[in-house]
């Protein structure tokens, strides 16, 4: 069965700090992965996905990938009050068209 | 461009009522879900469909039911509602391959 574990936290770092939110996942034919912000109340909205291993930038926003170890990571540099979400992680299989999504890990910046 | 549209947004039920949750999507996609997310859980597929006319049963269908007649819309039927079906109902579609797009949610109490 494909899993894709994550830790729920919360994980709590001060504002200006980075966060680092982890996923592993069992599935080795596992692709392609996302990662979702979903905030208290509202719909998860997709802020990085990534395809290769390695690591992909998109703003503060990094995401890590090492398909021989199997994790997947997300770093949150300059954390900011108004990254306190959920993070959902979510991984795609090869020839499959149903991600499999992580129970999401709680951050929360404090000031 | 409005994306994938759920109505309603809340929603109360009577223990033995029916009701039906209705999805619709302007991105032509084929691929589409329904996932319910109860209180710090993760998102757990109900139903999915791979285009119109095709559905299949995800991890948790029991108690539901779908049809998919055109490639936009994509109703979740709920027969004979339980209080265990209280929960936050998701929409989402997605292209196949990447990311998935996400509904605002249907936030379902049955008393």
């Known amino acids: 069965q494909k899993e894709v574990e994550q830790n729920s936290g919360p994980l709590s770092v001060p504002e200006g700090a980075i966060a680092s939110l982890n996923c592993t996942y069992s599935d080795r034919g596992s692709q392609s992965f996302f990662w979702y912000r979903q905030y208290s109340g509202k719909s998860p909205e997709l802020i990085m996905s990534i395809y290769s291993n390695g690591d992909k930038e998109d703003g503060r926003f990094t995401a890590q990938l090492n398909k021989a170890s199997q994790y997947v990571s997300l770093l949150i540099r300059d954390s900011q009050p108004s990254d306190s979400a959920t993070y959902l992680c979510?991984?795609?299989?090869?020839?499959?068209?149903?991600?499999?999504f992580g129970r999401g890990t709680s951050l929360i910046v404090h000031p | 461009n409005a994306g994938v549209t759920q109505t309603p947004k809340f929603r109360i039920l009577k223990i033995g009522q029916s009701m039906t949750l209705q999805c619709t999507q302007d991105?032509?996609?084929?691929?589409m879900y329904w996932y319910r997310q109860d209180p710090g859980m993760g998102l757990k597929l109900i139903y999915y469909?791979?285009?119109?006319?095709?559905?299949d049963k995800g991890e948790v269908p029991n108690g539901y039911n779908v049809s998919r007649s055109t490639t936009e819309d994509f109703p979740l039927r709920l027969e004979l509602a339980a209080p265990s079906q209280t929960s936050v109902y998701f929409c989402a579609s997605s292209g196949g391959s990447a990311e998935a797009f996400f509904g605002q949610g249907t936030r379902l109490t049955v008393v």
């Open positions: 469909s791979v285009g119109a006319g095709i559905t």
């Open positions: 991105m032509n996609h084929n691929y």
């Open positions: 979510a991984g795609l299989s090869g020839g499959s068209y149903i991600p499999t």
